[in-house]
């Protein structure tokens, strides 16, 4: 059994405490005041074990961005670009190909892949990829409610 789900990832995140001498009418807070972001495909297993982050940066298919992440990074960690940074139609292939299928191919026992009901995930040609070449049942789950599973 798997959960899986995707966020927003902000690069500029300012704390919401700040600690400050007793009594001090202003707190400085520094921010680069971007809201820049990447999205990122998350899953973990009933077990605990977390499969590999899917991440989605913002940047133009097949361009300079895309070429980087050939080289230097991390193992273990997927890096992909869309031009807004969203999971579309085409970057969940990416992640059924690149992280869910090699998961899915260990030991031949069934998967259940739990998902939320976002237009994304319940893409037709999605749920018959996901359900017919890598053996797994998706159990879907109303949107918002992936973090209490």
Not at 20 to 34: F, H, L, Q, W
Not at 44 to 58: A, C, E, N, R, W
Not at 89 to 100: A, L, P, S, T, Y
Request: charged share 25%; proline share 4%; hydrophobic share 35%.
């Amino acid at each position: 059994v798997v959960n899986m789900d995707e966020t927003n990832f902000y690069f500029d995140c300012p704390s919401t405490k700040t600690f400050d001498e007793k009594g001090a009418k202003d707190i400085a807070v520094t921010t680069s005041g971007s809201n820049a972001r990447c999205t990122v495909i998350l899953a973990v297993t009933l077990s605990g074990k977390k499969l590999d982050p899917f991440v989605i940066f913002k940047a133009k298919p097949g361009g300079r961005v895309e070429k980087e992440f050939r080289e230097g990074y991390p193992e273990g960690i997927h890096f992909v670009v869309q031009e807004k940074a969203w999971n579309d139609e085409e970057k969940m292939c990416e992640w059924i190909d690149m992280v869910w299928k090699p998961y899915a191919a260990r030991n031949n026992a069934k998967k259940i892949l739990m998902m939320d009901t976002v237009s994304t995930h319940e893409c037709r040609n999605i749920t018959a990829k996901i359900e017919q070449s890598c053996n797994t049942i998706i159990a879907w789950i109303p949107g918002g409610y992936t973090w209490k599973l």
